[in-house]
């Protein structure tokens, strides 16, 4: 029998039946992934006074069975109600090398205040890394609507458009503004509303930085395939300055 985890009923029922092989979000591989729950005892958790046979406090450790990469997760009370929080290595999920570091560091903070349920916190930093995105692209205006109108000029805009720029722009205000004292605008930012954020956040950055990055490695990859003759007259073809000229690349030019 397996199990899933992604709140805390879901980790009672898991615990109530004993399920040792259980999915839970793994940063690693971006997805829900099976691997194995194991409990860790008062003794190996230093600083930590967990009591073991306590319904109320504990501290779990789920072991992706794909990558290996360990999250925990701690059921202990907050105001008397019982919370569960999940601990991931935000670093693994968003460091990219060929990101610029600010986009990287917003969206890793969006990521750790999600873990802990402050989604109002993760909003803005939602609205942050696009922030530092546009900022990236050399749109360094003030106003983030010229920024984000200047994007809709450029050559990205065709494929994903700024319609959700505008509503992130909102969404990250009502984040943070007092909105003449309405705080059930907070109520808004549930799991569904982050994630979809997150995924459009993340479509951007592939689109931008992640897609070209990758389709530069794959080219040498496949070059590394060429002989040394071959590779000397792609270069000389291919590479030099000016008009392009598709080479006629065959096994026979080989000499
Ligand atoms: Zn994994």
């Not at 409990?39 to 072991?63: A, M, V």
């Not at 935000?90 to 560091?105: F, H, K, L, M």
């Not at 065709?158 to 722009?169: P, S, V, Y």
Request: contains cysteine; glycine residues 6%.
């Amino acid at each position: 029998m397996r199990g899933i985890i992604r709140n805390l009923s879901d980790f009672d029922e898991v615990i109530k039946n004993n399920l040792k092989n259980v999915a839970c979000f793994c940063p690693k591989c971006k997805m829900m992934c099976y691997g194995e729950l194991e409990f860790l005892y008062t003794d190996e958790i230093r600083g930590l006074s967990i009591n073991p046979q306590s319904k109320h406090e504990s501290i779990y450790k789920h072991t992706c069975a794909q990558c290996e990469n360990e999250i925990f997760l701690i059921k202990h009370p907050v105001d008397g109600q019982s919370s569960l929080t999940f601990v991931y290595n935000a670093e693994i999920q968003y460091d990219w090398s060929c990101v610029p570091d600010g986009i990287n560091y917003y969206m890793a903070q969006a990521f750790k205040s999600r873990s802990v349920g402050a989604n109002s916190a993760a909003m803005a930093m939602y609205r942050s890394a696009l922030e530092w995105l546009l900022f990236s692209l050399g749109f360094k205006e003030k106003d983030l609507n010229i920024r984000i109108d200047k994007f809709g000029e450029s050559e990205y805009s065709e494929k994903i458009g700024t319609e959700f720029m505008d509503i992130l722009r909102l969404l990250g205000n009502n984040a943070v503004h007092v909105n003449d004292g309405d705080l059930s605008l907070q109520k808004s930012f549930d799991d569904d509303l982050l994630n979809s954020t997150e995924e459009l956040l993340n479509e951007l950055i592939s689109l931008i930085f992640i897609g070209p990055d990758e389709h530069k490695k794959r080219v040498e990859k496949m070059k590394s395939g060429l002989t040394e003759a071959q590779l000397k007259r792609y270069q000389k073809e291919y590479e030099s300055p000016g008009p392009k000229v598709r080479p006629v690349i065959t096994i026979d030019d080989d000499h």
